[in-house]
């Protein structure tokens, strides 16, 4: 079981990235996934998750608006859509697979954590 995280890299405040997150070995689409990112220094955060049977997401504040999660479930994919990038949103990106109960925002209730990608926002 893997999942494969991509799409990362460096622009520029105001710009855009699409990360993508793919699972091979199992197929994830009945579970709901998540993204959450880390800076150096700081704990791992929520940034967006989506539910696997109704598709709702929600957001953390500071990407709400900006960010937007969505799924494939044909392909075992889910991505995070980031525009208008600010500095602050520079992290390793994460996603990952939440269990059955739980809160979306606390990374205790997920599982099957992808590599991260690197996503660098310069000013």
């Known amino acids: 079981v893997q999942l494969q995280a991509s799409g990362g890299g460096s622009v520029q405040a105001g710009g855009s990235l699409r990360l993508s997150c793919a699972g091979s070995g199992h197929t994830f689409s009945s579970y709901g996934m998540g993204w959450f990112r880390q800076a150096p220094g700081k704990e791992r955060e929520f940034v967006a998750a989506?539910?696997?049977?109704?598709?709702?997401?929600t957001y953390a504040d500071s990407v709400k608006g900006r960010f937007t999660i969505s799924r494939d479930n044909v392909k075992s994919t889910v991505i995070l859509q980031m525009n208008s990038l600010k500095p602050e949103d520079t992290a390793i990106y994460y996603c990952a697979v939440k269990t059955s109960t739980g809160s979306s925002h606390d990374p205790n209730n997920y599982f099957h954590w992808g590599q991260g990608t690197q996503v660098t926002v310069s000013s």
């Open positions: 989506i539910t696997w049977r109704s598709g709702s997401t």
